[in-house]
């Protein structure tokens, strides 16, 4: 059993489809059968999220998700970054043995600069807090996005910066995981689903949303005596991803035979997608009914995790002097 881990920012941005299929789903594959954690980084949303309200509800956003999707009695360790205080004192450690010029050539700093965004130190210092996050609990695989790529190469760099310091094997290196995208799911304009298109499909879209979000999808103008090819089909896409293989095929042959429009593949579709949505909604409908849960297993997530840090922190404190 490896230990993975992995973190995420609460921004406030709606967990799409694209996100459930293309890295949320993959990742509960693997945690499920493996030591996992998933953690909300409510300490690095620090550096842009500047209004309490905000972070808290998008905290709260966060983990309802997570929960309506891995359901609550998960095996997977859900936490908050904040709920473990040794990560912080761990990261001014490892400030201690990062070299400046490392931290100069970060990607996501540069990126901030280029772009003027705010640039506060909580940026300049984010990849050492998120070799913290990694590095406390000895993990060996981390699932992370292609962005987050140089990241965890400072999380090795930084490791090996502290073991050779102190001549101590205390921190294991750990590796990347980057699921590789198999199939990209398009947005309902054609293009790839993305909350920068603004052309998604979000997890908790309600039934009006949904059904005119679906209603919309850009189709050529084949009228319904037509046969269309399916395989040039947005519609067609997303009944193939999220159908049954038989209602697939029942589907493809209506499409090669005159008497089936647009509108009535869109109305299967619906369909589709509404039982496909179905038990996530009632996951997260029980939730929002009873969030002393959430907050009950978050808490039990917490009580896992600082045990881990809290016994790696001896060794370090042991081995610099503290
Ligand atoms: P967005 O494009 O909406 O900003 P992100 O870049 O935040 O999405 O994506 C997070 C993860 O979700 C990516 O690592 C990728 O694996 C997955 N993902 C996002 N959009 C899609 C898509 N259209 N199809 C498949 N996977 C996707
Ligand atoms: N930087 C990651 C992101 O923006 C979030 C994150 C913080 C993270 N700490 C982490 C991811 C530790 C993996 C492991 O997506």
Known sequence: MKKILTGVKPTGDQMHLGNLLGAVLPFKWIAEKNDAAIFIADLHALTSVKSAENLR??????????????????????FRQSDIPLIPKLNWILNNVTPYSLMLRAHSFKDSEAKWLDLNMGVFNYPILMAADILAYDTDIVPVGADQRQHLEMTRDIAKAFNKTYKADIFKLPVEYIEPSVATLPGIDGRKMSKS????????????TLKKKVMSIVTDSKGVDDVKNPDECNVFALIQTFATSDRTESIRAKYLSPGYGYGHAKLEL???????????????????????????????GARIMNARIEAKMEEVKKVVGL
């Open 57 to 78: 509800r998008n905290t709260h956003e966060m983990a309802l998700t997570y929960f309506s999707i891995f359901g609550i009695d998960t095996p997977v360790h859900i």
């Open 197 to 208: 298109y603004g052309n998604f499909i979000g997890l908790f879209d309600d039934d009006k």
């Open 270 to 300: 619906l369909d589709i997608l509404t039982e496909y949505l179905k038990p996530y909604h009632e996951n997260r409908a029980m939730l929002e009914r009873n969030p002393e849960l959430i907050e009950a297993r978050l808490q039990e």
